[in-house]
């Protein structure tokens, strides 16, 4: 006899992680801003009473999943994604700005963040795309389609000054590469992040020497031109070395930055021609690179400078030592350093934490909960935390390779993927090592709007996964 009962089939290893981690949030909620005013952990006027109704509210949409026919989501994907595209465009029109972005609509003393509802909607829809019949992700069409589908959310949300929750979509990508999409995409994005990080970190013409140094290499490497690759280097010294001293031995007032582009970029031209003509591949590939690298590198600065904001090019110089301001923009990346450091092996104990008691920390029960647990619970309570995602990262890429259907491994591998990078950036930001972007640590930072929203993310792959077997190969 088939077993209808839907409960019996839930994956509750991931239920029991989810779990845990939603009441390390609350303790640690509570802790970060614990007054003796209000000692009670159930007190539902701060923000820990607050906090558990809302893990009631959201184990109570979990189970409403659980109870919706798996049919539901593959049939109106596409709707439920119009659906929140609609809703991100009445947010930016209608709601009023909170620190600097349009992205909340207030519902009586509850703030809805549409922005967090529109990466699972995202995500269903990129699922139904890619589990459509003979679709194939490296086909010049369907990146048109795919681009268009994650694109659509990331501009809305840009143009509500959200930059931190746009950048979440970009993430997809890691799910396109298990679908099929050529690795060399992968590489091209990471080199043009290096570019970016070379060309603002380095200036005078040295990020263009780097970046020619490293073609050099791959020309190399590719070709095995011993000649290309003499030739390549003496023009790099030339266009470098002799412009540098002329700059600071002779006085001269020449700008080495130009010259580099300049003599980089006719170089660039001229062999990508050639390499056209000979048809050869790895050339135009190589050479195609290095020409788009260039123009890439020289559009830096007007990105940088006039498309990001002035608190977004402070955090980001802040990251990368371009500039040091410990009490300004540095500030909070410094104290979240200072309470996790002060923990030590084992922490200060339980609401004994003084830099996070005495407020030092900004935003500490939100985007910088990791230092409460840093500070309070020491390098074992935060990697016990760090533990429990990443057993729940590999058991969701574990059931998502068990699915028999396309659209619930898509989904499911788009649920890591979004969690994983929230994750990763999250602590990043709490140790200085990502920028400061205003994203919450699934499951434990505080707030009902991403609570749920991550909820829903994780119901709804677990609802598909426990109809796998309904599921004909």
């Known amino acids: 006899m088939r077993n209808t009962n839907v409960f019996a089939k839930i994956d509750w290893v991931t239920i029991l992680i989810y779990v845990m981690l939603m009441l390390i949030g609350w303790i640690n909620i509570y802790a970060a801003v614990y007054n003796t005013e209000h000692y009670s952990i159930f007190d539902f006027s701060q923000r820990y009473g607050k906090q558990l109704m809302w893990i009631g509210a959201a184990l109570l949409l979990m189970a409403v999943i659980m109870l919706v026919d798996s049919q539901f989501f593959t049939t109106f994907a596409y709707y439920i994604y119009g659906f929140t595209i609609l809703l991100l465009i009445f947010t930016l029109i209608t709601s009023t700005s909170v620190k600097g972005a349009k992205a909340w609509i207030k519902i009586g003393s509850f703030a809805l963040q549409p922005a967090e509802l529109a990466k699972f909607a995202t995500n269903l829809a990129l699922a139904k795309m890619i589990s459509q019949y003979n679709f194939k992700v490296n086909q010049l069409e369907s990146y048109f389609k795919l681009g268009l589908i994650v694109g659509l959310p990331i501009l809305i949300i840009l143009l509500q000054n959200d930059t931190g929750s746009a950048l979440v979509f970009f993430v997809f990508i890691l799910v396109l590469y298990r679908e099929g999409l050529p690795g060399i995409l992968l590489f ?48 790099l010294g030339l266009l470098f070395f002799i412009p540098t001293y002329m700059v600071g031995q002779m006085g001269y007032d020449i700008n080495v930055g130009k010259i580099m582009m300049y003599g980089l970029l006719s170089y ?35 990105v940088f400078h006039d498309i990001l904001q002035t608190h977004q090019r402070a955090r980001i110089e802040e ?3 371009i500039k040091h301001d410990p009490l ?14 002060s923990g030590g092996v084992a922490g200060k104990g339980f609401l004994n934490g003084t830099q996070t008691k005495f407020n030092f920390v900004p935003e500490q029960s939100t985007d910088f909960i990791f230092c409460t647990v840093g ?11 760090i533990s429990l995602f990443l057993a729940l ?35 990043g930001m709490t140790i200085g090592l990502a920028p400061v972007i205003g994203i919450p640590l699934p499951f434990i930072s505080y707030g ?26």
């Open 188 to 235: 091209i994005g990471f080199l043009l992040a290096t570019i970016f990080i070379v060309t603002l970190v380095y200036l005078g013409g040295v990020n263009l020497l780097i970046i020619g140094v490293f073609y050099a290499v791959i020309s190399w490497f590719f070709l095995r031109d011993y000649k290309h690759l003499l030739l390549l280097s003496i023009g």
């Open 319 to 321: 990251l990368l030592g």
């Open 268 to 302: 660039a031209v001229i062999f990508v021609t050639r390499a056209l003509l000979s048809r050869h591949t790895i050339k135009i590939l190589i050479y195609s690179s290095l020409l788009g690298s260039l123009i890439f590198s020289s559009s830096v600065g007007y």
């Open 375 to 385: 500070e309070e619970w020491g390098f074992l309570g935060t990697s016990f935390v």
């Open 448 to 473: 009902g709007s991403s609570l749920w929203s991550f909820t829903i993310l994780l119901a709804i792959f677990l609802k598909l996964d426990s109809n796998r077997m309904d599921v004909l190969w």
């Open 328 to 341: 300004g923009v540095g500030y909070n990346v410094n104290q979240s350093k200072i309470a996790i450091g």
């Open 393 to 427: 990262f590999l058991r969701l890429i574990y059931v998502a390779e068990r699915q028999r259907s396309r659209f619930s491994r898509v989904y499911g591998y788009g649920v890591a993927c979004i969690l994983f990078f929230h994750f990763a950036i999250n602590i």
